[in-house]
């Protein structure tokens, strides 16, 4: 291994993920697995087998280059949804490789029909509404040409679903919008079907619309971060907790263990400044250790003086500058540590945990900005 830390994923978490899930949830809804952002840091190419081999077989992903990606690791059988970006020029190869399509305005409607009847192939689509997150997605005075469009050509497009996303379903401070999103989405189905339009599934939920909105779950849910084994937020954990007054352990485990090793010690005298400018001096006599990580390996800067590492078990706190590719703990009170021991930057050790969470509360990033900076070079390793 010439890399200087690797990632494991932990299928044992996923399986126990999934199933707290599916007893939420319920067998008949579908789990399409959100794999955007390289799998929100776990890896394209080794989180989507994994899934499969659990059970799961539909992802969402963004890009044109994210259901690339998934193409050439998934099962035949498995369903490639791509909710997002996809160049004009790109259609027809998405719609041969059966990629279902977003269909959020007309000009992307009218692209799909060209690149269908140039595949002389039946283009299967999602047409996303704008319910009040005014982003992506159909607008009600929109409503008359997207039917007269698709009415026109219902030999090139199969209307595979109806779907809409939440804005921000994991703050209960927007719980007003989501839920004039959830009235709006019903009203705009409606209206769709009075005009001799309808859809084969429904699909609105992301995580925390899952776990807080029971009614948005309808057909099929599309799951990130609880995946994963995060809470979309603290609140929604606390929700959760408030709903289910039995269940006493954290019911989701985090697939990922960042580890890396002791690179070199070192006996530093009392007084002495540690590393770059004078931010650490010593008030005792120390040893430290040497970790080859640092911000280009995405363990961010502003740890420096903050972060806390495990090894042996025990926490080791960062001290002095992250520098680009190197650290250094404090290893007083960890005596008998040696070069080559295994360094924890996320995830247990022992006894002891540093979850994704309490990293994010140091650096400000929320958990789904922190996985998704680790970079993809960092070979990702799948465990038990
Ligand atoms: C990212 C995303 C999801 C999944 O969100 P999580 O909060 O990670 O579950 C669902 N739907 C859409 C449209 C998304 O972009």
Not at 142 to 147: A, K
Not at 153 to 160: D, G
Request: net charge neutral.
């Amino acid at each position: 291994m010439f890399h200087t830390s690797i990632i494991e994923i932990s299928k044992s978490a996923l399986a126990q993920n999934i199933q707290f899930l599916r007893n939420l949830i319920g067998n008949d809804i579908r789990i399409s697995a959100t794999v955007k952002g390289n799998a929100y840091g776990h890896g394209i190419q080794y989180y989507v087998p994994l899934a499969e081999s659990l059970g799961i077989d539909h992802f969402s992903v963004f890009s044109a280059e994210e259901a690339h990606h998934i193409l050439q690791v998934k099962k035949p059988e498995s369903t490639v949804m791509l909710m997002g970006m996809i160049a004009d020029e790109h259609l027809a190869w998405a719609i041969a490789k059966g990629i279902e399509l977003y269909i959020f305005d007309q000009e992307r409607l009218d692209a799909v029909i060209q690149a269908a009847q140039k595949n002389d192939q039946k283009a299967v689509i999602h047409l996303e509404l704008e319910t009040g997150m005014n982003r992506t997605g159909f607008k009600e005075a929109e409503l008359d040409s997207l039917c007269k469009t698709i009415l026109e050509n219902v030999n090139w497009i199969q209307i595979r679903g109806l779907c809409t996303h939440y804005a921000g379903a994991e703050s209960t401070a927007n719980h007003q919008r989501v839920s004039k999103q959830i009235v709006r989405f019903t009203q705009l189905k409606q209206r769709l079907a009075s005009m001799g339009i309808k859809a084969e599934i429904h699909h609105t939920a992301c995580s925390a619309a899952s776990i807080c909105y029971p009614e948005t779950r309808m057909d099929m849910v599309r799951l990130g971060i609880v995946m994963y084994g995060f809470w979309p937020s603290k609140e929604i954990y606390e929700n959760f907790k408030a709903l289910n007054p039995t269940v006493t352990d954290d019911p989701l485990k985090r697939l990922i263990k960042w580890k890396s090793q002791v690179m070199s010690l070192k006996f530093v005298k009392k007084g002495e400044f540690i590393g770059y400018g004078s931010s650490y001096m010593a008030a005792t006599d120390m040893t430290i250790g040497l970790i080859p990580v640092g911000y280009a390996y995405g363990f961010s800067r502003n740890l420096s003086n903050t972060g806390t590492v495990l090894i042996n078990g025990k926490r080791a706190d960062v001290i002095g500058i992250v520098n680009m590719n190197l650290m250094s703990v404090n290893l007083n009170g960890n005596e008998d540590v040696n070069r080559g021991d295994e360094v924890v930057l996320i995830g247990q050790q022992k006894n002891e945990e540093i979850s994704v969470a309490s990293f994010e509360e140091l650096t400000n990033q929320p958990n789904y900005e922190l996985l998704t900076r680790l970079p993809h070079n960092i070979p990702r390793v799948i465990v038990e």
